[in-house]
């Protein structure tokens, strides 16, 4: 019944920014990081970054100094700040939270819809 609602992708030209939001329709509890994934048209699902309930972060490499990742006080929305961002970029973004949710309150993994980002001039 949890689903994670992606926002904020789009069309941006080469050395653009973007900023993707990401809620849960339903509270999702004990969740102890929230991360974004991506997958561009036959290539594999990337991790592109996380972010902890104690504030740490991680990014791969491709977008080191570049993007990120935070989230408002709540905890209830994370966000990525994409800069600077080049046609590699171009992919379906997917939001992902770990945590329990009813009616089971079960440990599993939450993901969204994915948002479309296209770099391209």
């Known amino acids: 019944q949890v689903q994670l609602v992606e926002s904020g992708g789009g069309l941006v030209q080469p050395g653009g920014s973007l900023r993707l939001s990401c809620a849960a329709s339903?509270?999702?509890?004990?969740?102890?990081?929230m991360g974004w994934y991506r997958q561009a048209p036959a290539k594999q699902r990337e991790l592109v970054a996380t972010v902890t309930s104690g504030g740490s972060t991680y990014y791969a490499e491709s977008v080191k100094g570049r993007f990120t990742i935070s989230t408002d006080n709540a905890r209830d929305t994370v966000y990525l700040q994409m800069n600077s961002l080049k046609p590699e970029d171009t992919a379906v973004y997917y939001c992902?939270?770990?945590?329990?949710?009813?009616?089971?309150?079960?440990?599993?993994?939450?993901w969204g819809q994915g948002t479309q980002v296209t770099v391209s001039s």
């Open positions: 339903r509270r999702i509890f004990s969740t102890n990081a």
């Open positions: 992902n939270a770990k945590g329990r949710a009813p009616p089971n309150f079960r440990l599993e993994d939450f």
